[in-house]
Structure formats: C-alpha cells, structure tokens
C-alpha cells in the first residue's frame, strides 16, 4: 500500500468513506481508454463485513456511468479466491490471468447498461 494517495486525493482519483470522522474506507478510480479502472479497494479491517466495499463498489458502477464509460476493469491476486467471487458475485467477468513481477494476476471486466 505504498501508493501516493495526496496525488491520488489531488488528481480526484480517491474517494473515501468516513465512520465517526475516521477514514473507513477507500476506493481509486482512474480513466482508462472505454472504461474505468478500479486501482485500490480497501477497508478499514476492524469494519470489514459491513457493506462498505459494496457501497465503494455500486459508487464506481455509478461513477463510470456518470462519466459514459460503459466498463468496470480490475485486477486481483489470484490467491484471493474470495474477492474473485465477490467480483464475480457483483457482476465481474475473469478476462485474462497472467504473471507479473511474480504474481499470478486475475484481470476482470463489468460491463455497464447504459445510463439513461
């Protein structure tokens, strides 16, 4: 988690959930070309199970909508077999599994309605 989020915060690429004034949780969304990509998803670990990675998730659907992307895009380890079927629960179809600097990938897609 060495990212730099003050450029992330200053770019408007993160967003965040606040709980009693404490960072909850966040999420990073970057334009790509025809879709939005889903960078970093993260819960504070003591509040895990309370819906707040969905509710990151439904505000990223909803985002790509509201900037006429008509995909999701994200990557997980392959290890986490339990966020792969979250994804796939919330409408994410696996694309490609590949090794990068020796980490076995699951790339994912969510393709949008359009809005409307």
Same mark, same amino acid.
């Given at each position: 988690?060495?990212d730099d ?9 993160a ?7 404490k960072?909850?949780?966040?999420i990073?969304?970057?334009d790509?070309?025809g879709?939005?990509?889903i ?12 819906? !707040?990675?969905?509710? #990151? =998730? &439904?505000?990223a659907? /909803?985002?790509?909508? %509201?900037?006429g992307?008509? *995909?999701l895009?994200? !990557?997980?380890?392959a #290890? =986490? &077999?339990?966020?792969? /079927?979250?994804y796939? %629960?919330?409408?994410?179809? *696996?694309?490609e599994?590949?090794t990068?600097?020796?980490? &076995?990938?699951?790339y994912?897609a969510?393709r ?5």
């Amino acid at each position: 988690m060495d990212d730099d989020y003050a450029a992330r915060c200053e770019a408007g690429e993160a967003f965040c959930l606040w709980q009693d004034e404490k960072l909850a949780a966040l999420i990073v969304l970057v334009d790509g070309p025809g879709h939005l990509w889903i960078d970093n998803v993260a819960v504070e670990p003591a509040l895990k199970g309370q819906g !707040l990675g969905r509710t #990151l =998730m &439904a505000f990223a659907e /909803a985002e790509a909508q %509201r900037r006429g992307l008509p *995909e999701l895009r994200l !990557l997980t380890n392959a #290890l =986490m &077999a339990a966020n792969i /079927a979250l994804y796939t %629960r919330l409408g994410f179809m *696996e694309t490609e599994r590949r090794t990068e600097k020796g980490r &076995a990938r699951v790339y994912m897609a969510k393709r949008l309605q359009p809005s409307g």
